[in-house]
């Protein structure tokens, strides 16, 4: 964070000029539809881009087309989704921002990467935008950045869903590590994981970390197959070659597509464990198979994993601000935020985990962990937001 003080210094004083003149809304006149301007920071080029970036766009596109017009306080809205690439870069995240709240006078702005989030969140919390972070680790949180929310799943409840289905499912599993990228998200991942693992009784062998864009990984799938742990949480593309290599563990990551099996060879995901909500599997709400049958027709590809956590998003937040009758009043709508049960695809949702984030701004819904078996997801695992919320008090309030 300190690195990036200099700049947001000469950015406040500037916002301090121009934020107070933004609002929301729109300035329609009377009977028209205004619109609610929200601003989205995402990897929009690149590998990242592809990856995330473009499900990102479409999800949030697919999603307000699905909402459309909503009513608050009696005037009737529609949302302006502005994206900007924040390159999921630290500087990314600065200039992005920088242009979201400056130029566009948005009240809100998400940012999909956790250094790109960690580089918005002292000029939303100057400006009083409201920021949802993707991707940052809970110590971010708190009364000192009161504008500041995890916007999907934090990490701590799906890890402790993970442990406890291996523990209770594998008890011949005794020692975990992880093989991950090296960026603020990363490691938030692998400390939740190492967390967990060793409240349910694994050995924690330690955590190694490659560039991110690095191609070449057989020199850390060597480094993996020196600690040969009996389950690994690892970056897909370092499965392969571990496989390669003789390891007979059980992967598990965090995000999941089907092109990572076709990419990797079914053969060597056999078994592995993916441990984030996610629209695959048997049993989803009937609203989220009408939209992932929609959006694959509508863009010919799978309705995936940040898809479907940006259309939660969309509709949580359109909940949000028709039950605080305001799309301007920050402070009200994050009274909203805080105590109110939120609707979306998945039936209710809520923000709390204050024992561990010390005011409660972690997205919460229900759990589920899916294992790969022949080529096909299957749901092996379900905890609900309360279980998880106690789980997580009983693992990380220690």
């Not at 566009?104 to 949802?132: N, R, W």
């Not at 991110?212 to 600690?227: C, N, R």
């Not at 929609?294 to 994993?305: I, K, T």
């Amino acid at each position: 964070m300190k690195k990036w003080l200099p700049v947001v210094a000469i950015v406040v004083l500037s916002l301090a000029m121009l934020v107070g003149v933004a609002c929301g809304g729109g300035e329609d006149e009377e009977g028209e539809v205004k619109e609610v301007k929200f601003g989205i920071g995402a990897p929009l080029s690149g590998i990242m881009g592809a990856i995330l970036g473009v499900p990102t766009q479409q999800g949030f596109e697919l999603a307000s087309d699905y909402i459309g017009e909503f009513t608050v306080a009696g005037e009737s809205y529609k949302w302006n989704l502005i994206f900007e690439d924040n390159k999921w870069s630290s500087q990314g995240g600065v200039a992005s921002t920088t242009k979201l709240i400056m130029e566009d006078g948005v009240k809100f702005v998400t940012h999909i990467g956790g250094d790109s989030a960690m580089s918005a969140q002292a000029l939303c919390e100057e400006s009083e935008v409201i920021l949802f972070a993707s991707g940052i680790p809970v110590d971010a949180f708190g009364p000192d950045n009161p504008h500041t929310f995890q916007p999907a799943v934090a990490a701590p409840p799906p890890a402790a869903a993970l442990f406890k289905y291996v523990s209770e499912t594998y008890p011949e599993v005794k020692t975990a590590a992880a093989a991950s990228d090296d960026s603020a998200t990363s490691h938030m991942l692998v400390e939740a994981a190492e967390t967990a693992a060793k409240y349910f009784g694994l050995e924690w062998l330690g955590a190694e970390y490659f560039p991110p864009g690095t191609t070449e990984l057989y020199p850390l799938a060597t480094k993996m197959m020196s600690k040969n742990p009996d389950i690994c949480f690892t970056w897909i593309n370092v499965i392969e070659p571990m496989r390669e290599m003789g390891w007979e563990g059980i992967s598990c990551f965090a995000q999941w597509a089907t092109s990572y099996g076709e990419s990797q060879g079914w053969e060597n995901m056999e078994g592995h464990l993916h441990y984030y909500p996610a629209p695959y599997g048997e049993g989803l709400p009937e609203a989220v198979d009408e939209i992932a049958a929609e959006y694959e027709q509508q863009y010919g590809v799978e309705f995936d994993q940040m898809a479907f956590q940006c259309v939660v998003h969309l509709y949580y937040m359109t909940d949000a601000l028709i039950k605080a009758g305001t799309v301007d009043d920050v402070d009200q709508i994050i009274a909203t935020l805080e105590t109110e049960d939120l609707d979306s695809l998945v039936g209710p949702i809520r923000f709390g985990l204050e024992g561990i984030d010390g005011i409660g701004h972690q997205f919460m819904m229900p759990y589920s962990v899916g294992e790969i078996r022949g080529g096909e997801y299957y749901r092996v695992f379900e905890m609900s937001i309360d279980e998880g919320e106690t789980l997580v008090n009983e693992i990380w309030g220690q």
